[in-house]
């Protein structure tokens, strides 16, 4: 009996350890389960949020969700964990226009990762931006001038001061300046934005078009007395780092040609098309179409006829390659060149064009039930024009069959109104 109570009483000590043991599994059990329970209602949040991003109420239920998720986050992790930062950005970025509620949010995350001395990190960084557009969009404009140099600080020690990431960053400092009319501020990034492109050697980065958009926010918002020597200077400084010829230069050149008058906007895009023939795209790539067209709208405004018809008939060829040649976009590239034939008379130039428009139209159209299978409205538009060149050149016969045609074409395309 003896050893028998001393074993029980043996198994009993251990028992009696054990429950300790238990209790902090417990915790630690009930600690992780309350962070499934938060991360799932987070992830919930967002996914909700961004099934439909600018719908109000699905905005609202987002956010109310992510602040249940906040207060479990909090019991779990402490107020001032480092986890809470992203869910306090993501109740603050429902609530940007709420100000009462915004803001203190905005302020608890970036005084947590201060807190944390993330002061080099690149999040923190990405938070003193977003704070600084919502100071921007409350006007708080010297508030978001320091919120901004401050952030892009952080993105130089950390990227580097040649980083092409940084010129997004600089284009909401550019545009801050230009909105407080600091033009003196402006140039300084203006400058730096380029130094950054031309210590690039990939002219293609997407971060390019961060340095298009400031430059157009400038044509929108100041003086062209002002922005016109200021895109000069610029593109001469940029020639000087990357040479006359570079693909760096076309944003400048572009913002140039936008702005000049019309001889040297001629120059100046007939100088975008040659660099754009050089790129990797080739002389044949169907975007150097737009660059065409408006070289010809130019010229057209100057009455050089000449370089209208040259300008239009490289479209005609690079969309007829790109597209083939029975495409209605090749028809409607014809038409074109026809008007130009019509307005210089040159009739016999223009018949082979019409008659292979014209033979698109019959594939365009189901003769049957005057079904369109291509684009309606570039149909009619190049029918009508040959109808004119019909007409024009003392085709009275063929130009009546054509104008016949496009009436049953106009009625079957035009939209019904069911009776009920």
Known sequence: MNLISKLFNQSGNQIKHTPCNDSVSEKQV?????????????????????????????????????????????????????????????????????????EPL????????????????????????????????????????????????????????????????????????????QCAQLETILYRMINIIGHNPDPACDKTLSFDKTLRFCELNLPRIYIVPLFE????????????????????????????????????YERVLAIEERMETGADHINLVKILDTLAQEC????QCTKITLYYKRALE??????????????YRMQILVRIYMHTKNYELAEPLVKGALEIFEKTFDKNDGNVVGTISES??????????????????EANELEKLLKFWTYWTQPRIKLR
């Open 380 to 397: 009619i538009t190049c029918a009508t024009t040959i109808a004119q060149f019909y007409r024009q050149s003392g085709k009275d016969e």
């Open 30 to 102: 009930k600690n992780l389960a309350a962070e499934t329970v938060w991360t799932k209602l987070y992830t919930n949040a967002q996914r909700l949020r961004n099934s439909d991003y600018f719908n109000a109420s699905i905005r609202n239920e987002s956010s109310i969700m992510a602040q249940q998720a906040l207060q479990m986050a909090e019991q779990t992790l402490g107020p001032n964990h480092l986890t809470l930062v992203e869910i306090l950005m993501f109740i603050a970025n429902c609530h940007s226009h709420e100000r009462a509620i915004c």
């Open 300 to 303: 057209r405004d100057l009455t």
């Open 106 to 181: 905005f302020k608890r995350a970036l005084a947590i990762q201060e807190e944390h001395r993330e002061y080099d990190q690149p999040h923190f960084a990405s938070n003193l931006h977003k704070y600084a557009i919502y100071c921007v969009g409350n006007k708080e404009y010297d508030l978001a001038e320091t919120v901004y140099i401050r952030a892009i600080n952080m993105f130089e020690r950390n990227l580097g001061p040649d980083h092409p990431d940084l010129i997004f960053y600089l284009n909401q400092l550019a545009e801050l300046y230009v909105k407080q009319g």
């Open 233 to 268: 200077n610029m593109l001469s400084t940029q020639e000087k780092m990357v040479g006359p010829n570079d693909q760096r230069l076309l944003s400048c050149l572009y913002a140039l040609a936008r702005v000049s008058q019309k001889e040297k906007t001629v120059l100046l």
């Open 318 to 331: 690079i969309t007829c390659k790109t597209y083939g040649s029975d495409n209605i976009e090749t028809a």
